[in-house]
């Protein structure tokens, strides 16, 4: 039974579409973030919620929207998609917001042509 | 600038060899320090972790590191290597000024090789 699983694994869309990635955890953990790794696989935080309310906001365009509509899922919708979104978005959770135990998910790539 | 490094790109290293892969910090303020692993297509594991107490930490898999707060060091370390070992691994730090923000190094390929 995965921990955090994420939906879908592979997602390949044309610009200017808009997609969606899904994200739930299983082991009762309070926060849950998500996570873009680059193409060198830098690794930049995005969101993070605690308790369902958005606690992270990195500089990340307006196009990116996350929810999460209880404390064990977390979505995150792109608008408009452009050729630099390309890259593999991680979806994490922890405890709480302090430990820095981060149990993430296997990654959802997302190419854009 | 609060920032992590991890000296190394890549380390290629013979199997049953040590290893030593490198992981610095630019803050004044009090850490938490972490090692993380990822393997092929996989998500990030957590390998060990610094909070307080003994500099030096123990891991899962023989990895350990030790903490040196003159040098704002975390560096990471095995005595000996297997073919399974053969990842990614980022240092990540959180900054007690930013509390429960965890910043990635820029990630290190270990290759061991038979």
């Known amino acids: 039974d995965t921990a955090v699983s994420q939906t879908p694994k592979y997602l390949v869309t044309q610009m200017g579409n808009d997609k969606s990635i899904k994200c739930e955890q299983n082991l009762g953990h309070d926060t849950m973030y998500w996570y873009k790794q680059d193409s060198k696989k830098f690794l930049k935080i995005m969101f993070s919620?605690?308790?369902?309310?958005?606690?992270i906001n990195e500089t990340v365009p307006n196009r990116f929207s996350p929810k999460s509509p209880d404390k064990a899922h977390l979505n995150l919708h792109i608008n408009s998609l452009e050729l630099g979104d390309s890259a593999v978005y991680f979806c994490?959770?922890?405890?709480?917001?302090?430990?820095?135990?981060?149990?993430f998910g296997e990654g959802s790539r997302l190419t854009v042509l | 600038a609060q920032s992590v490094t991890q000296l190394d790109s890549q380390v290629p290293v013979f199997e049953e060899a040590p290893v030593e892969l490198r992981c610095n910090y630019s803050s004044s303020v009090s850490v938490y320090l972490f090692w993380y692993v990822q393997y092929p297509n996989q998500g990030l594991q957590l390998l060990l972790k610094?909070?307080?107490?003994?500099?030096l930490v123990k891991g899962i898999n023989g990895f350990e590191a030790e903490f040196n707060k003159s040098q704002t060091s975390f560096h990471l370390r095995k005595p000996s290597v297997h073919i399974s070992d053969t990842a990614e691994y980022f240092c990540a730090v959180i900054f007690s000024s930013n509390t429960g923000k965890l910043i990635f190094g820029q990630g290190t390929t270990l290759q061991v090789k038979p």
């Open positions: 610094y909070l307080s107490g003994s500099t």
């Open positions: 994490a959770s922890s405890q709480d917001f302090y430990t820095g135990e981060l149990f």
């Open positions: 919620y605690n308790n369902k309310e958005l606690i």
